[in-house]
């Protein structure tokens, strides 16, 4: 049985109340790019290199870490050091999204 997993996303002032399960998509950003599709969002179509599907992670969990491939070198190049900030594209879409609250930021 598939586990329904239920985030906030908050986006240009509006709050979209989200339902996934495990397998539905590959990472965050792949969700966040069909549910809601920011415009020029997640533009290397998540290798992590592009830095365009920023997220604010209000609520964390170890369980939605991925953090490999190229994340660290370019949140470093765009001079990110909030530990909050992420890659969409690096978070898995599991139970550790469970009631967290994602801050959409502007790429631009
Ligand atoms: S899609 Fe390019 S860094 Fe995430």
């Known amino acids: ?7 906030i996303v ?9 339902e ?5 998509y590959r990472n965050l950003m792949s969700l966040l ?4 599709c920011p415009e020029d969002f997640g533009q290397c ?4 290199r592009c830095g365009t599907c920023l997220v604010k992670i209000s609520r964390g969990s170890s369980d939605s870490e991925m953090f490999y491939r ?6 470093r190049k765009i001079g990110i050091v909030d530990p909050e900030i ?17 801050q959409l930021l502007d790429n631009n």
Not at 10 to 18: A, K, N, Q, T, V
Not at 20 to 24: D, I, K, Q, T
Not at 91 to 97: A, D, P, S, Y
């Open 10 to 18: 908050h986006y240009e002032g509006r709050i979209y109340f989200l």
């Open 45 to 48: 179509g998540g290798m992590g």
């Open 86 to 102: 992420r890659l969409s594209c690096q978070i898995h879409v599991n139970e550790g999204l469970k009631n967290v609250v994602v």
């Open 1 to 7: 049985m598939k586990c329904a997993i239920k985030f």
């Open 20 to 24: 996934s399960n495990n397998s539905e």
């Open 70 to 75: 190229n994340e660290h070198e370019t949140l």
């Open 33 to 36: 790019k069909d549910k809601i």
